[in-house]
Nanobody
Framework: QVQLVESGGGLVQAGGSLRLSCVASGRTFSTYAMGWFRQAPGKEREFVAFISPSGGSTYYADSVKGPFTISRDNAKNTVYLQMNSLKPEDTAVYYC????????????????WGQGTQVTVSS
C-alpha cells in the first residue's frame, strides 16, 4: 500500500511559478513510476506528466511541455512538478499517482492516488 500526499498548490498570477510536491509512504517508492494529473472544474481528469521509477524517462502532455518539469528524489520518497509560466487555463486540482507499470501508460494503470492540491492561476 502506498499513500500519497500532495502539497504546494495555491493562488498565483499568470506568468508565475509553483512547485508541487508529492510525498509517498513506504519503502518501495523507487519501484513505482509516478504521474501528475489535473482536473479542472467541469472537465475530466487529464494527464500532465510522467516519470519512470529511476527518473531517467519523462513524458509530458503537449499543453505543458516546456513550462512544466517533473522530477523525483527517491531518497526522499518525493516527486515534484515545477510549473513555470502559469496560465489561467492551468487552474485545476493537481493529483499525483503511482503505478507499477514502469513506462508511460494510461490513467487506469495507476494504482494509488493522492487527495489533490488546488492550483489557481489568476489573469
Amino acid at each position: 500500500q502506498v499513500q500519497l500526499v500532495e502539497s504546494g498548490g495555491g493562488l498565483v498570477q499568470a506568468g508565475g511559478s509553483l512547485r508541487l510536491s508529492c510525498v509517498a509512504s513506504g519503502r518501495t517508492f523507487s519501484t513505482y513510476a509516478m504521474g501528475w494529473f489535473r482536473q479542472a472544474p467541469g472537465k475530466e481528469r487529464e494527464f500532465v506528466a510522467f516519470i519512470s521509477p529511476s527518473g531517467g524517462s519523462t513524458y509530458y502532455a503537449d499543453s505543458v511541455k516546456g513550462p512544466f518539469t517533473i522530477s523525483r528524489d527517491n531518497a526522499k520518497n518525493t516527486v515534484y512538478l515545477q510549473m513555470n509560466s502559469l496560465k489561467p487555463e492551468d487552474t485545476a486540482v493537481y493529483y499525483c499517482a503511482a503505478t507499477v507499470t514502469p513506462h508511460y501508460s494510461g490513467m487506469n494503470e495507476y494504482d494509488y492516488w493522492g487527495q489533490g492540491t488546488q492550483v489557481t492561476v489568476s489573469s
